[in-house]
């Protein structure tokens, strides 16, 4: 399985960018899909989560920003972010929950994450 992000780059204070990230290779379902950051000298920390059917949840400091939605006929999860600030600069790591097989173990996989710096 592999997971490709793109969208990320450079953004000014305000700005806004959309990530996305598609998933390939060998699944036969994908259940939960989300989004993660680390910042520099931080911890991993969770920024959205959707599931199969569509609900979503975001931390805090996320809401009302950032909007979190899948297309699963692609496999794919996107993020876009709005009203970017300094503190969003990160790099974000999509995930997602799925099985390789029917009756198969689900587990995470992760993307190779994509660079957001918010900088004037």
């Known amino acids: 399985v592999q997971l490709v992000e793109s969208g990320g780059g450079l953004v000014q204070p305000g700005g806004s960018l959309r990530l996305s990230c598609a998933a390939s290779?060998?699944?036969?379902?994908?259940?939960?899909m989300g989004w993660h950051r680390q910042a520099p000298g931080k911890q991993r920390e969770l920024v959205a989560r959707i599931t199969t059917g569509g609900n979503t949840n975001y931390a805090d400091s996320m809401k009302g920003r950032f909007t979190i939605s899948r297309d699963n006929a692609k496999n794919t999860v996107y993020l876009q972010m709005n009203s970017l600030k300094a503190e969003d600069t990160a790099v974000y790591y999509c995930n997602v929950f799925l099985s390789q097989i029917e009756g198969g173990r689900y587990r995470d996989y992760w993307g190779q994450g994509t660079q957001v710096t918010v900088s004037s």
């Open positions: 290779g060998r699944i036969f379902n994908i259940n939960d």
